[in-house]
């Protein structure tokens, strides 16, 4: 069989074309996508590969080449660091498959065997249709509510501490709504300063400002037919918070410097971790925008209140890291299952995640044991009262919970913003303000 090879990496390249070569098949190898398209129809191959490498944009240009050839090539999508979304795109977009590298010889062979037999092979991704795994009452109601708004274009505000899968209950609507076949944007915006989020947002005009040296669409144009996710939504500053009203009311987009405005078709998705009702009453957050965004509310529970999907999600991600680190036949011990469940899951899913993860990682061999299991430092202890706890003002409490964060973390800002439940840039702003009291206060000395 005549291979095509898109790889980037020279020395999986290497080992790949290797393989096919001493399996009897020839294997041109390319490192573009768009060179790749040209080769489909020159070189006429029986198969596919190609590596992502990051950019699923270029997978699925790829994907959409090789399906419109008389006969369509089967395409196996490669990549190092997998994501469910990639997978589940790249299934849809037609991909024989969705592998996970490095690839062994023998699962390459097993493949060129069905597809010169003229046996289809469901995709990889197909089994992960549904990624949201539970077996809580309450959030399989939540799950069940999703699927039955998600034809509407009505907007959906999902609020739940961080960890607790938002964006995914999102990417999940998408999914089952008619725009599943259009553009998903997702737009944190707690990542940005001021000045970059109203663009990043609108768009901007060539001349609007020092620099802007052509058009730009804004993601809300990105999403134009699809789904757009503004992840921290009330991070947003109050005066773009007007223009989003705008957005969401006329469903039309001002850029900065535009005459006109520019239309556009978007379900809007909006998440939160903190407590939004709270910050309507204190003026933080329009009261118009939030009955807006509020159309049809989710609240996701926090993994403490739903212990039933401790175990569940475990075994979902052992099977997914131990399928990636060669050890499919792993297991976790019934003392590893109990500890796990006896678990308060203060970083939720993610938590959780990280810790089976981690635990795959270290083990020994296919039986991971309890001493496998090793918990983020700190976070527990930081859930229960101290031993020897006294009553202090709130904005010392507040301060010291930052710093055991911090240090908890080695003093990364993004992870300890997760573990506290408020946004980088919320972080941001209360380490200035501390800095400042001391500024002030060895100034008075």
């Not at 401790?310 to 399928?323: G, K, T």
Request: with cysteine.
């Amino acid at each position: 069989m005549n291979v095509l090879l898109i790889e980037t990496d020279s020395e999986d390249a290497r080992k790949i074309s290797s393989a096919l070569r001493e399996q009897g098949h020839l294997c041109v190898h390319t490192d573009s996508a768009r060179s790749a398209r040209s080769l489909l129809k020159k070189e006429s191959p029986g198969l596919a590969l190609i590596h992502i490498n990051g950019n699923a944009a270029q997978g699925l240009e790829f994907l959409e080449a090789a399906r419109n050839l008389e006969p369509p090539v089967p395409v196996i999508v490669l990549s190092k660091k997998p994501k469910l979304d990639d997978a589940v795109e790249s299934a849809k977009n037609g991909a024989w498959d969705f592998w996970t590298k490095p690839i062994s010889p023998e699962r390459l062979a097993k493949a060129i065997e069905l597809i010169e037999a003229g046996k289809p092979q469901p995709p990889a991704a197909s089994p992960e249709a549904d990624p949201i795994i539970s077996r809580d009452p309450n959030l399989c109601s939540m799950k069940a509510l999703a699927r039955k708004i998600a034809a509407s274009k009505a907007a959906v505000f999902i609020q739940g501490e961080s960890g607790t899968g938002k964006e995914l209950f999102a990417r999940y609507i998408h999914h089952q709504s008619r725009r599943k076949d259009n553009p998903f944007i997702a737009l944190n915006c707690a990542a940005l300063p001021d000045t970059l989020l109203e663009s990043e947002l609108f768009g901007y005009e060539k001349g609007a400002f020092t620099g802007a040296i052509r058009n730009r669409e804004g993601k809300f144009e990105l999403a134009h037919t699809g789904t757009i996710l503004l992840d921290e939504v009330t991070e947003i500053p109050s005066h773009l918070q007007a223009k989003l009203l705008r957005v969401l009311q006329e469903s039309e987009v001002d850029r900065l410097g535009g005459k006109y405005p520019v239309p556009v078709d978007v379900r809007v998705i909006a998440t939160t971790n903190v407590r939004i009702e709270e910050q309507v009453r204190e003026g933080k957050f329009r009261k118009d925008l939030y009955y807006r965004l509020n159309v049809i509310p989710l609240k996701i529970p926090p993994l403490r209140e739903r212990p039933g999907d401790i175990i569940p999600l475990a075994e979902h991600f052992l099977l997914r890291y131990s399928a990636e680190n060669g050890s499919a036949d792993a297991r976790l011990t019934p003392e590893t299952l109990k500890k796990l469940s006896d678990y308060s899951w203060p970083g939720n899913v993610r938590e959780l995640q990280n810790v089976v993860q981690r635990a795959v990682l270290i083990a020994d061999s296919q039986v991971i044991g309890p001493e496998c299991v090793m918990f983020d430092p700190g976070l527990e202890s930081d859930c229960a009262q101290p031993a020897g706890f006294s009553l202090m003002p709130l904005c010392e409490v507040e301060k010291l919970m930052i710093e055991k964060a911090l240090s908890s973390v080695e003093g990364n800002r993004t992870r300890a913003a997760e573990l506290l439940g408020i946004s980088v840039r919320t972080l941001r702003n209360k380490l200035a303000e501390y800095r400042q009291d001391l500024d002030a206060k060895l100034g008075d000395q």
